[in-house]
C-alpha cells in the first residue's frame, strides 16, 4: 500500500511536469479510489510536480508557456481531488480577502493557497491578481474581512504590501494581514507590519488559524508562488 501510495504521488508530480492534464486527472481519480488523503495528493504530488517546475524555469529548461501548462494540469488535478477534501465547519467562518498585489501577474500560489483556505473554513473573496491596493482595502471594509491575504512574485512588486497595510490602518480597518510569495521574506513581514507568513498552502491554513487562536505561530513561513523570481520576466528579478 505504501509503494502503491508512493507511486500515485509521485504520478501526480510527473503529470503537472510533463504538462498532462489529463493524466492529472486520472492520477487524481486513482488516488481517490486507493483512499489516499485528497489533501496529501495536493501537497505531496501536484504541489510537488510544481516545486520541480520551479527547478526547471530556474534552470532555463522550462520557460512561460511551459509554466502556464503545468499550472493546468496541477489545476485539474485538483479539482477532481477538490470534492473529496474535508470541509471543516463553516459556523462563524472568518472572512478573508486574497490578491495579488497591483504589478504583479503571477497567480498560481495564490490560487492554491485560497482553494486550501476555503476547505479549511475560510469565507474567501479572491480578487484576483493584479490588485489595485485600493480595491483590496475597500472590499476588506466592504465585506469587513478578518484577514488580508497578499501575495507577490516579484521583488519590484513586493514594498505594495506595506502600503496596503499603512492604508488598512488609515482606513480604520482591523482586518489582521498575512503575506508571502517567492521574495517575500520573515523579516520583510515583520518590518511591513504583516500578522502572519507562510510558506506554502498547508502552512498558510496553520499560520491564517493561528490568527485567531490564543497561540500565534512565528513569522517563519511563507506562501508560495510557485515560479521562482530569480528570472527577469516583465520587471521581476
Not at 517546475?53 to 502556464?68: D, G, R
Amino acid at each position: 500500500m505504501q509503494v502503491e501510495r508512493s507511486n500515485i504521488l509521485d504520478g501526480l508530480a510527473k503529470a503537472v511536469i510533463d504538462m498532462d492534464v489529463s493524466r492529472a486527472r486520472e492520477i487524481a481519480a486513482e488516488a481517490i479510489r486507493c483512499k489516499i488523503d485528497p489533501y496529501a495528493a495536493i501537497t505531496d504530488g501536484l504541489s510537488k510536480g510544481m516545486d520541480k517546475v520551479n527547478e526547471l524555469f530556474e534552470n532555463e529548461e522550462y520557460f512561460v508557456p511551459e509554466i502556464l501548462l503545468c499550472a493546468d494540469a496541477m489545476y485539474a488535478g485538483i479539482e477532481v481531488l477538490r470534492p473529496y477534501l474535508p470541509k471543516e465547519d463553516s459556523h462563524n467562518r472568518k472572512k478573508a480577502v486574497i490578491g495579488v498585489v497591483k504589478g504583479d501577474t503571477h497567480d498560481i500560489g495564490k490560487n492554491l493557497v485560497k482553494i486550501m483556505m476555503d476547505n479549511a473554513g475560510f469565507e474567501m473573496h479572491d480578487l484576483g491578481k493584479n490588485v489595485p491596493y485600493a480595491k483590496l482595502v475597500d472590499t476588506a471594509g466592504k465585506i469587513n474581512a478578518d484577514l488580508v491575504c497578499l501575495s507577490t512574485l516579484m521583488t519590484t512588486t513586493m514594498d505594495g504590501m506595506q502600503v496596503v497595510i499603512e492604508d488598512l490602518k488609515k482606513a480604520g480597518i482591523t482586518s489582521r494581514v498575512m503575506v508571502g510569495g517567492g521574495p517575500i521574506s520573515p523579516g520583510f513581514a515583520k518590518n511591513i507590519g504583516a500578522d502572519g507568513y507562510a510558506r506554502n498552502a498547508a502552512e498558510a491554513v496553520k499560520v491564517a488559524k493561528s490568527l485567531f487562536q490564543d497561540i500565534h505561530l512565528p513569522l517563519t513561513f511563507k506562501t508560495p508562488e510557485l515560479v521562482s523570481v530569480r528570472k527577469n520576466l516583465g520587471g521581476a528579478r
